[in-house]
């Protein structure tokens, strides 16, 4: 499995919602998205590569109030259920966004993950 779709799978054992490893065409809200932010991956030092991601909190945009509260909720949830390797830098602030036609109210955390570069975990993969 990737880093993120370990991640998606622990915080779907840690709470009651949906989450998403990658962007789809339809949300269930509310829910988290994880996508890879920008630089994706970098090396190390010390045979660590560091990986970043953004974890998208997303909600109904409908009733303004109590979206930014969820979104409150959902980006303390990030922050304070991350497994062993993941660090949260910091979240960002509510915002519209549209997706296939739907409008939410959303809010990005960024997080890092670090993983030990010793030896390739594909090798032998080939295109």
């Known amino acids: 499995m990737t880093p993120w779709e370990d991640l998606a799978d622990h915080w779907r054992t840690e709470g009651e919602l949906q989450v998403y490893d990658t962007m789809t065409e339809q949300l269930d809200v509310p829910c988290l998205v994880i996508m890879p932010d920008e ?3 970098e090396p190390g030092g010390f045979s660590i590569d560091t990986e970043r ?3 998208y909190a997303v909600t109904s945009a409908s009733t303004a109030p109590a979206s930014q509260r969820m979104l409150h909720t959902l980006l303390h949830f ?4 991350l497994p062993e390797g993941w660090d949260f830098v910091s979240a960002g602030a509510p915002s519209q966004r549209e997706h296939q036609g739907a409008t939410y109210m959303a809010a990005e ?3 890092t993950f670090n993983q030990c570069t010793d030896g390739d ?4 993969v080939s295109s």
């Open 39 to 41: 630089p994706w991956i």
């Open 53 to 55: 991601y953004l974890a």
């Open 78 to 81: 990030i922050r304070h259920h």
């Open 109 to 111: 955390s960024r997080l």
């Open 121 to 124: 975990p594909y090798e032998g």
